[in-house]
């Protein structure tokens, strides 16, 4: 069975996330050290919570998460998940884990309604997405949050969603997997998403 961790950064609110992984056959702790993870298959960065907090938390084990991007370890993180793997935040004043580059701003308040709550399509920008694999274009999936992440890089985002701006909605780096929008809470498409990252981690052991 495959072996998959929630960093819990102390913000609750992760059981839809742990029922989702469990009900597609996952093995799931719930951690708030590497360390307590040694032998897992997978990670997964939840998407609750405010961004100074969250990386006080993982920073106090940083070196822990750091072995498991060395290793190639599968890594999930959704909405603030994601957010947190960049440089820094206009939500923050701290810096972010700098793992992917780029920023993460606000939302356009002149725009639109903050938070961005709510179901949106997806335009799925790289067929070849293992997370995305199965899935239609167009598919619509939950979003919850008033940031969005704009990587440097702009090959490896997969897919976007329109909310005043072209938003991210997932990005794949190397053994890395983010998505702005909450799978756990996107009915069949997200819990295909959740499967098949569940798959990338199988693979990947």
Known sequence: MVKISIFDYGAGNIFSLQSSLQRNG?????????????EVDGIVLPGVGNFDPAIISINKCKTGFSRFIEKNIPVLGI???????????????LAGLDIIEGEVLSLPKNLVKIPHIGWNSLEITDKKSKLFEGIPN?????????YY????NSDIITSKSNYGVHIPASIEIDS???????????STT?????KNFINICKRSK
């Open 79 to 93: 909405c603030l998940g994601m957010e947190m793997l960049f440089e820094k935040s206009e939500e923050g004043q």
């Open 138 to 146: 167009k598919s619509w999936v939950y979003f919850v949050h008033s």
């Open 26 to 38: 996952a093995q799931v702790s719930i951690i708030n050290d590497f360390e307590e993870s040694s």
């Open 176 to 186: 890395i997997y983010c998505t702005q929008f909450h799978p756990e809470k996107s």
């Open 190 to 194: 997200g819990e295909k998403m959740i």
């Open 149 to 152: 992440t704009t990587p440097k």
